[in-house]
């Protein structure tokens, strides 16, 4: 099959080097460079993401863990509310 491929010009210019140095042409050297790479192994689908937790009740009493925000608040009205 005939196709045609665009490389930069930096790209280009080491595929032809590297195709010279095999005593390959540009159209074999990316064939064979194209086989090598398809007959790789195929990247497995990312394990699913396991969340691991210590023990507990949940939640401190008062957090709504939709607004993050809320913490901060609480720490910031356990640490500063003893200096007033």
Known sequence: MRTTISLDDRLAQRVRRRAASQGLSVSAYVAAILDDAIKGPVPSAAKPFRLITV??????????????????????????????
Do not use: C, N
């Open 55 to 84: 023990g507990g009740s949940g939640p401190a009493a008062g957090v709504d863990l939709d607004r993050p925000r809320s913490l901060d608040i609480l720490d910031d009205e356990e640490r500063w509310a003893s200096r007033t």
